[in-house]
């Protein structure tokens, strides 16, 4: 087991792209103001996700494609932590690797972004045959279920990749996160919030997980300062739910979670690809018990056919 010296600096692993930046330097910055005595680097490396960009996520592997590089650094005692979009990190981390915090949740929502020529529109009013980019088998099936009058179309890339395919009117629309949008600054381009009722979220999705070694109390003190517990408790059932379906990006299943009081509500889904088959039900109990939460929740919809589906879109060729 490595563990971090307090005498020398705390080395930050990130992605490349803008958005891990932005992401990673936040949370240097918030670390540098709590510990102004240490010194925190930034060490950046490109994952096998970053590299790959002209195939589709669901044909190339799981969500560890954005994760690997990062967490054998951290093994190998190269860096001490990294800083993940939560959603991109694995519900199983590698032997010796533990999420160390989860930072306060913003919008968690999807977002359409559209072209110039449809400015003023929505999903609902976009003319039928719109092309929608989106890399996202949940967000797919989901909006294909409501809005089967629309064409969809695979898009990869970053942010500003996808936002200059739109621009260049390979698409008429785009389907984002709020949560980058905003962060990268580009919060004026989204033109329709997608509400829970039509696309639930990815699992973590607007929250930063932050992952290290196991038993590396210097690390995990100074992540506890960042931790917020309602969110890390939203999070954590969520986890628990796509762990318990063994579910990653190849497969559709979303989410939403709301805490009020100290009661935790989580909202989960499992879809066809087609839209045609959607299973969603809920799950209230303490906000204590969020792991378990996610655990029941999953099993209620393997009752009503969740195994099934997730079996069907497993066989099939993915395209």
Known sequence: MTVSSPDR???????????????????????????????FEVETMNTQGDKILDVALAKIGDKGLFTQELEDAMLEGRVDFAVHSLKDLP???????????????????????????HLGQDLASLPAGSVIGTSSLRRLAQLRHHFSQLTFKDVRGNVNTRLAKLDAGDY???ILAVAGLRRLGFGERIHQIIPPEISLHAVGQGALGIECRAGDETILELLKTLEHAPSRD??????????????????PIGVNTVIE??????TGLVASLDGQQVLKDSLSGACADADSIGQELAQQLRRQGA????AAIRLADIS
């Open 9 to 39: 600096p705390v080395r930050i692993g990130s992605r490349k792209s803008q958005l891990a930046l932005v992401q990673t330097h936040w949370v240097q910055g918030e670390l540098q103001r709590q510990f102004p005595e240490r010194r």
């Open 91 to 117: 519900t199983r981390l590698p032997e010796g690797l533990i999420l160390g915090c989860v930072t306060e949740r913003v919008d968690p929502a999807d977002a359409l972004v559209l072209n110039a020529k």
């Open 172 to 174: 008429d629309g785009i």
């Open 234 to 251: 939203r999070c954590l059932a969520e986890r628990a739910f796509l762990r318990q379906l063994e579910g990653g990006c190849q497969v």
């Open 261 to 266: 009081g100290d009661q935790l509500t989580l």
């Open 307 to 310: 195994d099934e589906i997730l």
